[in-house]
Every structure is written in structure tokens, then in C-alpha cells.
């Protein structure tokens, strides 16, 4: 399926094929339909990931990549028992009470953000409010989280910049080699840093996890641990400083619903939840059928690739009527944005409290904000985000 720079535009000419259609230029099957997706993630035995025991199967000498390598050993990319155990582990210390207390500090960095924004966009220039705000805060915060120093905060989003080229299936051989690097660098980093924790702790999750594991031998590896830090560094940055990007394309392109927010701050968590629906991060998850299935009335063959379109699925009109318009009251909650089922992301708790504070105090800052220039897209199959969102805040 050809998609066009616009992944909903695509969406909307795929729908008319149907919720389940089957590519045979690529011999993968798309799944568009809302309760279709749903079906599929909520059903991990008829619908597992494609986990590195699979890629053994089909793409020998795959490990070869460093980039890949990683990939494969993260938890959205692990089936039960594995999996169980390890989301365990990892979800005990990221709790609600730990994003509570990241409260003040989103704040701080908002506010910091917001500040450099306002600094760049005084006398109507046009100010980055990518550059400025989605990602320097969503690196800050996961940083804090997981406890890099704030002088590697730059240094850790290089580095996840590369490593998520590799969530694209039309990735080049000169990314892969980016990636490639990235991850071994970053490996690198992450022991060290592992290895610091040991003789001084402090407040963050490698530090709590090192903590839990001193008592208890069945917890964390070491190379779990690094896995696991890459996870929520690439979940927790890449993935919130999109939605940033996004929501901010959506209300400005509705200046009228901007107006609500500007005018009533209470609306903001029902801005989130349409933001989140309306122009979801991921635009693909993968999964491949462990035995013959039906699926929406289609009939699909063991060991088939299945690609879940959550943002597709979002804009589902039968899940949600009038689905491809941007409706702040509507309530529909956020459908699919974090996933479904045992692969529920572990970081949503964090990335609705950023994005909360972003464009709360955001639209409180700049009510009469708008765009610069024409937004440009990512190119990018696999994430929804802009590559440049310039805006005059006064």
C-alpha cells in the first residue's frame, strides 16, 4: 500500500478497500478497522509479535545488526512467558506515584521551554516549537526518569532519533548503519551508567531497579536492564514529543477549539484524549497469526504478517462517528494511541501529564498563537510526527 505523506489521507482511500485487506505486492495484511485492531491486540495467542525467535525463522543473519539486535530485545517485541515476567519487573517502579513526583519537574522544564519560546518569538519571529519545547521537555523528562544527567540529555536524543529510523519498514542501509551505531553507543553509555548506580544511587528507576535486584536474584539482568532503559527512552521521548507535535498542528489548525482551551484550561485532558485519537504516534504494530484466523469476515493463513493500524483504526468511523474530524467535546476518549491488550504502553500515565502541561500552559502563555509556515510531516511509515512546526505567539 502506497501512503502518501499524509497517513490518513491514505487511510481514508485504504478504508474503501475494507478493514482487513491483504497486499500481495508485500504479503502483509493491513488491519484498519476499529474493533478489527482491537481484536487483534487484545488476542496475543492467535496474534503474537514477531519476536526474534520468529526473525530466526524467516530472516536469518538478522542479529547481525546491532540496531536489530536491540529491537528484538525490547518488550513490545516479546511474547509470553518472557513477556509477563519482564513487563512485571519494569512496570513495578513506574508507577503513579513515580510520575507524580515528576510533576514539579515537567513543570519547570514547561515553564523553561515556554520561556526559550517566548524568546525566540518575541516581535512576532517565528519561534521552533519542536525544538524548543516538544523535544527538549520529553528528553528532560524521561531523562530525569531514568537518570541521565542533564549535560547527555542531547546525547541520549541523538541517539534515539537514529534508533527509531528502525521502527520504519522503508528504512535505508545508511540508517541502518546510524542505528547500528546508535546502539552500540548507547549499550556502551547505559553500563557505565549501570555500573555508577551501583556505588552511588539516587533517585531514578536504574537506581530503584538496581535496589529491588540486590534482594531478589530473579529480577533484572544487566542486559534486561539496558533493554529496559532503551524502551522507555524511545517510548517516552520519541513517541510524547510527536503527540506534542501533533496536538499543537490540531489546535492551531482549529483555532476555534484552541479558543475553547484558551478561554476554559479544564478542557486540556479532553484535548489530550481527541489529540491522541485523532493523530496517533504509532502508525504501526506488528503481529503475525499463529494459526488460521477469521478477522472481519476475512480469512487469513497461519503465520501471516499482520500490520495494525492504530491511527487508522482511530479514525474508524464505526468505532467513532465522524472519526476524521478534530472534536474536542466529543469525549471518545484516546481509542487505540497506547496500544491494547498485554502490550499496553507502560508510559501513558507520563506522556497524559506532559502533554497536559505542555499545552495547558502553553495556550494560557499564547492565546493568540498560529502557525508560521505550513507544518511539515516526518517521513516516516511507522511514527506520525512533523519534521518542522514553526508559530507566532504574538
Given amino acids: 500500500m502506497t501512503q502518501t505523506n499524509d497517513p490518513f489521507l491514505s487511510f481514508r482511500k485504504m478504508r474503501l478497500a475494507g478493514q482487513v485487506i491483504h497486499d500481495p ?37 538478522w542479529r547481525r545488526s546491532r540496531g536489530e539486535a536491540h529491537k528484538y530485545s525490547l518488550l513490545p517485541f516479546i511474547n509470553p512467558p518472557s513477556h509477563t515476567r519482564l513487563r512485571r519487573l519494569i512496570a513495578r517502579d513506574l508507577t503513579v506515584r513515580k510520575v507524580e513526583l515528576l510533576r514539579p519537574l515537567i513543570e519547570r522544564e514547561t515553564d523553561r521551554a515556554l ?38 540529555w542531547r546525547t541520549f536524543r541523538a541517539w534515539s ?43 531514578d528507576l536504574i537506581s530503584d531497579y538496581l535496589a529491588v535486584r540486590d534482594h531478589d536474584p530473579e529480577q533484572l539482568t544487566d542486559a534486561e536492564l539496558c533493554n529496559s532503559v532503551l524502551l522507555l527512552v524511545l517510548a517516552g521521548y520519541v513517541t510524547t514529543a510527536d503527540s506534542l507535535g501533533n496536538a499543537m498542528h490540531a489546535l ?43 478477522l472481519g469476515g476475512v480469512d487469513l493463513p497461519a503465520e501471516s504478517t499482520v500490520l495494525v493500524m492504530p ?33 499496553f504502553c507502560l508510559g501513558m500515565a507520563l506522556a497524559k501529564v506532559e502533554l497536559t502541561t505542555v499545552l495547558g500552559r502553553f495556550a494560557a502563555r499564547f492565546p493568540e498563537a498560529r502557525f508560521a509556515s505550513r507544518p511539515v510531516r516526518r517521513e516516516s511509515a511507522g ?12
Fill in 252 to 294: 492551531l489548525s482549529h483555532p476555534d477549539q484552541f479558543q475553547q482551551l484558551v478561554e476554559d484550561p479544564s478542557l486540556v485532558g479532553d484535548v489530550v484524549d481527541e489529540v491522541l485519537r485523532w493523530a496517533s504516534p504509532v502508525q504501526i504494530v506488528q503481529r503475525t497469526a499463529a494459526k488460521d484466523v477469521s
Fill in 161 to 203: 532519533d537514529c534508533l527509531v529510523m528502525l521502527t520504519d519498514p522503508r528504512i535505508t542501509e545508511e540508517e541502518k548503519a546510524r542505528a547500528d551505531k546508535a546502539a552500540e553507543d548507547f549499550e556502551t553509555y547505559v553500563e557505565e551508567l549501570v555500573a555508577e548506580r551501583r556505588v552511588t544511587p539516587r533517585d
Fill in 25 to 61: 505486492a508485500i504479503g502483509k495484511w493491513f488491519v484498519i478497522g476499529a474493533d478489527e485492531s482491537r481484536q487483534v491486540l487484545h488476542n496475543a495467542d492467535d496474534f503474537p509479535v514477531i519476536d526474534a525467535e520468529r526473525m530466526d525463522e524467516t530472516q536469518p543473519g
Fill in 311 to 343: 491511527g487508522a483504526a482511530n479514525r474508524d468511523s464505526n468505532g467513532c462517528p465522524h472519526a476524521d474530524d478534530f472534536d474536542i467535546s466529543r469525549k471518545a476518549g484516546y481509542g487505540l494511541a497506547f496500544g491494547a491488550g498485554i502490550h
Fill in 115 to 152: 520561556d526559550e519560546l517566548a524568546a525566540q518569538g518575541r516581535d512576532g519571529t517565528p519561534a521552533d516549537y519542536l525544538g524548543l519545547v516538544a523535544y527538549p521537555v520529553t528528553v528532560a523528562v524521561i531523562g530525569a526518569l531514568v537518570g541521565v544527567p542533564p549535560e547527555d
Fill in 383 to 394: 511514527l506520525a510526527g512533523y519534521a518542522t512546526l514553526d508559530v507566532i505567539i504574538s
